[in-house]
């Protein structure tokens, strides 16, 4: 990579435009005894916030530094085992 | 050495071969289609190691050369007129990310109404893209040129795109003696491919993410802009050594032709060059007029300096501008003016806007422009008006 030029380049880290968890309005709450693990939570979540924990008693985990509470989550969840909750 | 009879269309699809390219995109327009054509006859037949892939729009067509330079490939595309400005949007994406792409743009008139003939609108539309911009005056240029873009291109003082232009069926279609240079010698001349970083898998890099501080995304603007002004040494460079090899020099920027003794110049690009030198000689052999003729070679970055030289002690130029922003006048003229008045050089300059739409304009029209507007400044010391449009003919 040239040093002398001024390129419109990143290395990909963890939370490169801050923690967006503040920017978060509304929470959402995990149920493990509702879930069926189908991850589909995982898989739509647009900021990648969510962990799967496998063979964990949740099995997943929300990470509330970057989750931005867009809901997408509790929305395609088919058992409605994430639900959106006012924060604070 | 070997001289072939080559279309303007042809001579680009073979220095595109000399050149080795890895990756070629095709979408077809007139009067470009020939172009790809002809360099998927070349990668048909095995003449061509490259990949050919055809892409449903201009705008991938670009996109995919940007996507395999990306990767570290040498890459061409071709395109003309409404196809170009269906690109537009990609010019900026790869210009934008510096990496080297070369480009042939055969120059079409914009619709409507609907039109299939030369003039410079096209191009001129991608001024602002931060692309090279070279103009071919026959068909050896043509190729010479394209040769010489992929160097310049690669360049680690430039690394910007480049598109080298030749006008529709002037020099598209039509066949002329080209010396086609031998493959060592192209070997020789081109280095490996350099670009400023390649997209590997495993080494993952994001390309145009939005910076955190809005100041950065003005430098790389800067940048671009600098890069420019170190593309015209690049440039002079290049032509010195192409023509130490074949020995054809064209002049880097700009080429003077009789301007020794010149008081009055025309200032043009692109095939009618030709039929402007033929102006300038039969205005000195018959009328003894000191006229000399600034072909300007490259538009992007723009003869800035060449043209304070060349008309620092001038009486009068006439620009002659293929294409022209409505509202302020033809591209070329703004920029002659803009490069005078900052170096303090005021003569009379005078903009004639011309052969839009393929409207055809000889030798004899340039000539009987060229006599009305120099009898003006000999007489009032200025011309009538600044900015003309003149259809040749009766």
């Known amino acids: ?88 | 050495m070997t001289l072939k009879t080559l279309t303007g269309n042809y001579a680009v699809a073979t220095a595109v071969k000399l050149a080795r390219v890895n990756v070629i995109s095709a979408y077809p327009i007139t009067p470009q289609t020939t172009i790809v054509e002809k360099l998927a006859e070349m990668v048909e037949s095995g003449e061509l190691k490259a990949g050919m892939i055809r892409v449903e729009s201009e705008h991938s067509a670009l996109a995919a050369v940007y996507g395999a330079a990306s990767g570290g490939a040498r890459v061409f595309t071709a395109t003309s007129s409404h196809g170009l400005l269906y690109m537009h949007e990609m010019l900026w994406w790869v210009a934008g990310s510096r990496i080297p792409v070369v480009m042939a743009v055969v120059t079409r008139t914009i619709g409507p109404p609907w039109n299939i003939w030369t003039d410079h609108s096209d191009v001129m539309d991608q001024r602002d893209t931060g692309w090279l911009i070279t103009f071919a005056e026959n068909n050896q240029e043509t190729l010479d040129e394209t040769i010489k873009l992929f160097r310049i291109t690669e360049d680690e003082r430039v690394f910007l795109p480049g598109i080298v232009t030749l006008d529709a069926f002037i020099l598209s279609h039509t066949t002329e003696p080209v010396d086609v240079p031998d493959q060592s010698l192209v070997d020789a001349f081109l280095p490996p491919r350099k670009q400023p970083y390649i997209f590997r898998a495993g080494e993952p890099i994001i390309m145009g993410n939005i910076p955190r501080d809005l100041k950065w995304n003005m430098m790389m603007r800067e940048d671009i802009d600098k890069a420019m002004e170190r593309a015209k040494k690049v440039i002079e460079e290049t032509d010195l050594l192409w023509g130490r090899l074949v020995g054809r020099r064209y002049g880097g920027l700009t080429e003077c032709y009789r301007c020794e003794d010149a008081k009055h110049f025309i200032i043009g690009v692109g095939a009618w060059v030709g039929d402007m030198r033929e102006a300038v000689d039969y205005l000195r052999e018959k009328f003894g007029l000191k006229i000399g003729l600034i072909k300007i070679r490259y538009f992007r970055p723009f003869p800035k300096e060449d043209m304070i030289k060349w008309l620092n002690n001038a009486v009068s130029a006439i620009v002659f501008d293929r294409s022209v922003s409505p509202g302020a006048g033809g591209p070329i003229f703004i920029e002659v003016l803009a490069s005078l008045a900052s170096a303090g050089v005021r003569i009379p300059v005078k903009g004639v806007v011309a052969g839009l739409a393929g409207v055809d304009v000889t030798p004899e029209d340039v000539a009987n422009a060229v006599l009305t507007s120099v009898s003006e400044v000999e007489e009032l010391g200025t011309f009538k008006q600044s900015i003309s449009w003149f259809y040749g003919g009766e």
């Open chain 1, 1 to 88: 990579m040239s040093d002398e030029l001024v390129l419109p380049l990143a290395k990909p880290v963890i939370g490169v435009s801050g923690k967006t968890g503040t920017w978060r309005l509304q929470r959402p709450v995990y149920d493990s005894s509702k879930c069926i693990k189908c991850r589909l939570c995982w898989l739509y979540c647009p900021d990648s916030t969510i962990d799967i924990n496998e063979g964990g008693i949740d099995f997943i985990t929300i990470n509330y530094d970057y989750c931005k509470g867009c809901g997408i989550c509790s929305n395609v969840c088919p058992t409605k085992a994430i639900t959106m909750t006012p924060e604070g």
